[in-house]
């Protein structure tokens, strides 16, 4: 007896919820930008060491603390769904909204660091792309935010109102988007990790 032939990728993306295929969609379109722009970053800075004359700024490496602790909250979010506490659901999205904007400040930060260093945007190639990698990331996270904030107002109509928690409780796409935000924060940090890594081997 033949077997069935396997479901072509084509197949499996008609299967998907557009939510998700939006979601796997962006992470792939973003990582080839990412992977374009890191190398292209890698080539100048190899061919000129400029920035082995200047020191990472130490903003960066807190943001980087920061993004990683963000994971405290982050894996706790299906975990408070699933067992209704929409109150903890709440104040752990708060968490991670304000892990968001704090950690966009410190890059911020770090970009007055590089130019009281005379990095600027509009200077050496490898600076340049320093500024772009990041600008690029931060766009990124905002997103991610934005989709928190969305969710806080989401939930706060359904802690006031105990008719739209029970709808909230038994609505199977808030689960589907949760973990989709925790697959894509994932991304964002492990992107994060990846640049940390290229611009403290340039420097």
Same mark, same amino acid.
Do not use: C
């Given at each position: ?7 072509s990728?084509i ?5 998907l919820?557009?939510y998700q295929?939006?979601v ?5 379109g973003s990582?080839?930008v990412?992977v374009f722009l890191?190398?292209a ?5 190899i061919?000129d060491?400029t920035l082995k004359?200047?020191h ?6 807190? =943001?980087?603390?920061?993004? !990683?602790? $963000?994971?405290?909250? #982050?894996?706790? &979010? ?8 929409s109150l ?9 909204f ?27 190639p490898?600076? =340049?792309?320093l500024?772009? !990698?990041? $600008?690029i990331h931060? #766009?990124?996270? &905002?997103?991610?935010v934005?989709?928190?904030?969305m ?9 006031v ?13 808030v689960g589907?988007?949760i ?5 894509y924060?994932y ?8 640049l940390?890594? !290229?611009f403290?081997?340039?420097?």
């Amino acid at each position: 007896m033949k077997k069935a032939p396997a479901p072509s990728m084509i197949t499996k993306a008609e299967k998907l919820h557009p939510y998700q295929l939006l979601v796997y969609l962006g992470m792939i379109g973003s990582s080839i930008v990412f992977v374009f722009l890191a190398v292209a970053f890698l080539l100048t800075f190899i061919q000129d060491n400029t920035l082995k004359t200047h020191h990472l700024p130490w903003p960066f490496w807190l =943001s980087t603390a920061l993004l !990683l602790s $963000g994971n405290i909250w #982050v894996r706790r &979010l299906n975990y408070y769904l699933k067992i209704d506490a929409s109150l903890l659901l709440k104040k752990a999205l708060w968490s991670i909204f304000l892990v968001g904007i704090v950690f966009v400040g410190f890059q911020v930060w770090g970009w007055i660091e590089l130019d009281r260093q005379d990095l600027l945007f509009t200077g050496i190639p490898s600076g =340049s792309y320093l500024y772009v !990698l990041t $600008g690029i990331h931060i #766009v990124h996270l &905002l997103g991610a935010v934005i989709f928190v904030l969305m969710m806080i107002y989401e939930v706060h109509q359904v802690v006031v109102n105990p008719i739209k928690e029970l709808v909230f409780r038994n609505n199977p796409y808030v689960g589907m988007r949760i973990k989709l935000f925790v697959l894509y924060w994932y991304f964002v940090e492990i992107v994060w990790l990846v640049l940390l890594l !290229l611009f403290a081997l340039a420097f």
